[in-house]
């Protein structure tokens, strides 16, 4: 079903009128920043095949920066594999600033979670957990250790390109069919973005790094991991002896898959049973059949499992180095800085499926209940940082960069909870019968323009006094 103009605008303008915002400060004062990071392993279920033990992927942490201007504070909150969205609540207590200064995110790594079934047991990507998580006291810890360690502090910000990811909407050369492969050919945002807090001395304090590819190296791999995005953080982390925090946040990556799958799929039809003899990775009656458990799971052996594990820690580490470059080219700036944060709900008329089938075949749909999309803003001195609660398509996330007010604009993914949307295709995508657009429960016509609305609207809230001040 599609909008009208006439009433998307209605919706729009309604949708403003009940938004729940917070009036933003115009404070500005001295930067000080802090960060810190615990790991959890051990809350972690035990996985099916036994880590090597030599990657520091294997680990799974949660990392926290704090930024104080003595006028308020903000966090900027990761953790491996699923967020809890009852950490956001707990961390803002705890600095006892504004909630909407508080952004938590996923790595969304689908082998490390807390909040679904073991790894690699029946397939299922992780979700964060709606209401109270084992995690909320490893949250608070990362956040007290991070304020134990408050500095003064400049920050800069810049950005590069990698080219790990590609849109993974694709046809299929020989059914002629939507599945899931490389597609070069679409849309996909290549931009690292990279947030450097450093002592006026210049030592790095944590890095805040953002970029848009799904950790499914291990998707039914069975070794806990927080794949590519863990390794990266160590790399880096390690670069300088321990004495800084670096934390991944995942851009707008609902349709982004790691270029690279051969390691992966081959773990994943090694668990299954079959061998890689060089016919394709990703085949929907495979996956299927390990995912309703007709297919049974064994262990990887340890040529397969030090094989994958090898190519997460390589593909890590080029992430990183390329975070590394953009680090070092961007100049911090003075440790004066406004920070504030916002929020709104943007509503969406839903739907619900009515036939079955993970792929390559239309979807049948009735009226569902609306979707409510939390988006939020955190703005640091000339950095916006948008968020939503949800995978959202590569084009809606470059279309609220290019609209954006504010140059340096971040789009955070999968941050604060999970909303009741699944993925959120763009319009032209709802023709794509993949499993991320048959399985969305929102109807066509709204995300693609409502989204960079409301997140433009943010922006422009914060803005709007800096603007005043030149």
Sequence with gaps: MKYSKSHLLFRWSFLIIIAAATAMSADTGPLRVGAGRVEFTKLAPAPPT?????????KLFVRAIVIDNGATRAALINVDGAAPASGRAKAADELKCPVENVIISSTHSHSASLGGPPPGTRGFAPRPQQGPSPL???VVEAVRQAVSKLQPARMGFGTGRSYLNVNRDAINPTTHLWTQDANPTAPSDKTVAVLKFETPAGDPIAFYMNYAMHPVNLYLGGILSADYPGA???YIEQ?????????FSQGAEGDQNPLYLRAAGAAQLERGGQKYTGQPLVKEQVEAEIREGRRKMVPLDAKA???????????GLVFAEEVLRVAQATP????QVRIAGVQKTLTCLGRTRTNEGREGQPGTYEDGPDVNLLIGMVGIGDVGLVSINAEVYSQIGQIVKAKSPMANTVFVGMANGSANSGYVPTDDAYGHNTFQVLGARLKSGCAETGIPNAMVDLLTQYAAPMAGTK
Aim: charged fraction near 35%.
């Design 50 to 58: 036994p880590p090597t033990g030599k990657y520091e992927h294997e």
């Design 136 to 138: 909320d006291s490893v």
């Design 232 to 234: 990266a953080s160590r």
């Design 239 to 247: 670069v300088y002896d321990d004495k800084m925090v670096a934390v």
């Design 305 to 315: 499992a030090e094989a994958i594990e090898k190519w997460i820690d390589a593909e």
């Design 332 to 335: 911090a700036k003075a440790g």
